[in-house]
């Protein structure tokens, strides 16, 4: 062995014990470590079975060590520590006796001279040889850490027994003496010589010397009284509860209370006194007023179908005029029940109808105190007047709505149901955007006098005119009546003769045609001459195939519209009329003439 370097064995890494395996010493026998005086002289002779063991750390290591982290366990890349160098003599005298007896097992030492050695500063722990590391030459005589250590007493301190180990260690290890008492700083010993005559100092360092504290549970405090704030606790908690269950009992009899009586106190809000109920005549309150007496509501049933129309009173004999569509149903053999406005009702009689103008008169008996509707005159009709419309929508009688005259003279024609044109109507129209709904039918248009200026009779409907459920769809603004002068006529032939005439001019028209205006047809029917011989037309000089452009100076673009213009005057008015032959434009006059209706 060369001076000052260490030939034992390879140093091994320490391990902690493994769990369930014991090694027991005698209790009168101190805890066996490892002679630290010298290592083998030859390899061979050390043990081959001992496992490198820790350091034991004196007390005031242990100390110092509880109060930092706890050093990092050397990894392979840490530097092997520099050989030791010459140590300096040492007196024999402290070297005649060793700190420890010696080891009989040769395992490596727990400890330095002594639990009452100076702590060293904590340091990193570095790879140990099998019998510890020497210290550098520069620190020897030293604590470890560069600070000169005082001279010890001569006599070593008693080693304690170590009790038993908790957990049973590897074979050829020794678990470490348990924590001891911190004892006073005392002077180190003096090193053990080696076969060169030097003493060496070892590195040491115990990973499990660090004092260990014990397991607490978290609590309260030794001697508190807990179970006095238990119950006083449980006294509040049933308090609370109690008083919550009081004031909910007081809060649900004071809501009850208030919800049958009403409150605490009678409430009274402020109204205003009755009026004397009257209304300006020209307003919508006023005309309706005054027209609703006069309106009633006509329950229409036949053998196949059933209706709803409305109608209005022209006189006290009980005639009442509606539309011809609303009593179409009862037929010959129906039955027709009038509801006047005050609830009395009456059985009615067809007097005379006219499907070419949607027109028919109803008379009931026995009824007194009937209250006629006055009549205006639709001619002086302007476009923004007012009007106020009164029927029976979907059976709602005595309803009432108002709106404006939208437009007048406007050409329509309704029914075609039949499907051979017979109960087609031609009316020049007046039209009104006041809401007229399914049941309006045969009720009177009135204006700002409460005057009838027309009795409605179409609307016109979204799209198909056809509601999901099968019945007709309502309205949207666009309401059609009949003006109150061409009702007036038909209703004084119908209540005279039964039927109504319709001023004509002797042609038949192509209905087919799709150019402007109403063209004259080439034929007839049953293949006679589309202009009747001895005519209207035939006296003016009208041949077939001429296309007539205009009615008394208004423009003309079908044969519904000429129809319309046409059935707006009476038998025997005198009409001008313009007309396309070959491309030429030509005006004649005519007189027109009559025809009964249907």
Do not use: C
Request: aromatic share 4%; no cysteine; charged share 15%.
């Amino acid at each position: 062995m060369e001076d000052g370097k260490s030939t034992g064995p390879k140093a091994k890494w320490w391990s902690r014990p493994t769990p369930g395996r014991t090694t027991r010493t005698a209790p009168d026998e101190p805890t066996p470590v490892a002679d630290t005086a010298a290592p083998a002289a030859d390899p061979a002779d050390a043990p081959t079975d001992a496992i490198a063991a820790p350091d034991a750390v004196s007390a005031t290591e242990a100390t110092a060590g509880s109060s930092m982290a706890e050093p990092e366990t050397p990894t392979a890349d840490t530097p092997p520590a520099p050989a030791p160098g010459p140590v300096p003599d040492v007196p024999a005298a402290r070297l005649t006796k060793p700190l420890h007896e010696p080891d009989e097992y040769s395992t490596p030492p727990y400890g330095g001279p002594g639990p009452w050695a100076p702590a060293p500063p904590v340091q990193r722990p570095v790879p140990t040889p099998a019998h510890g590391t020497p210290v550098p030459p520069q620190y020897a005589g030293t604590n470890g850490a560069g600070i000169p250590t005082q001279p010890a007493p001569a006599s070593p301190a008693p080693t304690q027994p170590a009790p038993a180990a908790p957990a049973p260690a590897p074979t050829g290890f020794t678990p470490p003496p348990p924590h001891t008492p911190q004892q006073p700083p005392q002077q180190p010993q003096p090193q053990p010589q080696q076969p060169n005559g030097a003493s060496t100092q070892w590195l040491q360092y115990d990973p499990w010397g660090a004092p260990r504290q014990p397991l607490t549970n978290p609590g309260p405090p030794l001697g508190a009284d807990t179970g006095r704030k238990k119950d006083r606790r449980g006294s509040l908690l049933v308090g609370a509860v109690l008083l919550a269950l009081v004031a909910g009992g007081i809060g649900g009899g004071i809501g009850a209370y208030i919800e049958r009586n009403g409150g605490l106190t009678q409430v009274e809000l402020p109204q205003a006194g009755r009026s004397s109920g009257g209304r300006a005549p020209d307003s919508v309150a006023g005309i309706a007023a005054s027209a609703l007496p006069s309106v009633v509501t006509l329950h229409v049933s036949g053998s196949t179908e059933s209706g709803t129309g409305t109608g209005f009173v022209l006189d006290g004999s009980g005639h009442i005029l509606t539309n011809n569509h609303v009593v179409a149903p009862a037929g010959q053999a129906g039955e027709i029940t009038v509801t006047f406005s005050g609830g009395e009702t009456a059985r009615g009689e067809v007097v005379g109808k006219d499907s070419g103008y949607d027109l028919a008169v109803v008379k009931v008996t026995g009824v007194s105190g009937l209250k006629p509707l006055p009549l205006g005159n639709s001619d002086n009709v302007r476009v923004g007047d007012p009007v106020v419309a009164i029927g029976a929508p979907f059976d709602l009688s005595n309803t009432v709505t108002s709106g404006i005259i939208s437009a007048k003279d406007r050409p329509i024609t309704a029914g075609g149901e039949k499907g051979d044109g017979s109960d087609i109507s031609y009316v020049d129209a007046l039209q009104t955007d006041a809401p007229i709904n399914p049941g309006n039918s045969g009720g009177p248009l009135v204006d700002a006098d409460a005057h009838v200026i027309g009795i409605n009779s179409a609307i016109r409907a979204a799209d198909s005119g056809a509601s999901e459920e099968g019945g007709q769809a309502g309205s949207i603004g666009l309401g059609f009546a009949i003006p109150i002068n061409q009702g007036k006529r038909v209703a004084e032939e119908l209540i005279n003769t039964g039927r109504a005439t319709h001023p004509v001019i002797g042609v038949t028209l192509d209905m087919k045609y799709t150019g402007d205006g109403a063209r004259v047809g080439s034929k007839g029917a049953e293949g006679k001459s589309a202009v009747t011989p001895g005519g209207p037309g035939a006296k003016a000089g009208i041949r077939p195939g001429d296309v007539i452009t205009e009615v008394d100076g208004q423009r003309v673009h079908s044969g519904e519209e000429l129809i319309v213009k046409i059935r707006a005057h009476r038998p025997g008015d005198r009409l001008d009329l313009a007309l396309t032959r070959g491309g030429k434009d030509l005006s004649i006059s005519l007189t027109l003439g009559s025809a009964s209706g249907t």
